[in-house]
Structures are given as structure tokens and as C-alpha cells.
């Protein structure tokens, strides 16, 4: 996303992420993982090569990773709970980048306003 120089500008763009940040709905910050094992049985597909496929959510705990499996029947409603997480996990970054834009376009800003000063003075004081 490129930030734009006017800060009017910034702080519309701004303002319309902040609306769109309401969820839609639940929000789940998991990775959702299709999972293929081969069992251990013999004369199983699984053993030719057409392995077992299940999904399941992983997240962190306490600073390790979990695992959670999903069933079929589950799986449209957490992976729309997983997409919406990632839309706000977006525009939190979009946030976080207007908000930077802002305060180096104040600081920036600031500066001009203290060189003009000092070059007003200079120009009056050799008067």
C-alpha cells in the first residue's frame, strides 16, 4: 500500500480502515492445515500411496504449537472464521502504516515550519 504525502489524505484513509475493522463474524488466528498420513494397516489405500486426508486449526499456546482437528462438516465455517482474521490482520498493518505516515508527515512538518523560522530571522537580523 502506498502511503500517500497529504496528511488530510492519511487521516481519511485512516479513518475508513478503523470502520472496516469491526469483525463480521468469529475470528479465529489459526492456521487451517490440510493433513495427509498414511496409517499403518496393511492392504490400506493409504500404503499405495492414496494417503488419509483430515484438516486441522494450529495455534500458539503458551509458546508452544496445538493442534486442533476440524471436521468435514466444520470445515467451511472455520475457514470463513480463519479468512476473517487474516482480512483484520491486514488492515491492522494498513492501520499501523497510516499511522506512521502521520507522524512522520507531523514531524516532517514541524521541521519546515523551524527552517523557515530560523531562515526569517536570518534574513531579518542582516537587515
Avoid: D, F
Avoid at 494450529?58 to 472464521?81: D, H, I, N
Amino acid at each position: 500500500m502506498r502511503t500517500p504525502k497529504e496528511l488530510s489524505l492519511v487521516r481519511r484513509m485512516l479513518s475508513a480502515r478503523v470502520k472496516q475493522m469491526a469483525a463480521r463474524g468469529p475470528v479465529l488466528t489459526a492456521s487451517l492445515v490440510r493433513i495427509a498420513k498414511q496409517c499403518g494397516r496393511a492392504g490400506c489405500r493409504c500404503q499405495r500411496g492414496e494417503k488419509h486426508v483430515g484438516n486441522c486449526v494450529t495455534y500458539k499456546e503458551k509458546g508452544k504449537t496445538r493442534t486442533v482437528y476440524v471436521p468435514l462438516s466444520q470445515l467451511e465455517e472455520v475457514t470463513a472464521w480463519s479468512e476473517e482474521a487474516r482480512r483484520l490482520r491486514a488492515l491492522m498493518q494498513e492501520s499501523t502504516q497510516l499511522c506512521l505516515a502521520l507522524i512522520r508527515g507531523r514531524a516532517r512538518i514541524r521541521r519546515e515550519q523551524r527552517l523557515r523560522e530560523r531562515g526569517s530571522e536570518g534574513s531579518s537580523s542582516a537587515r
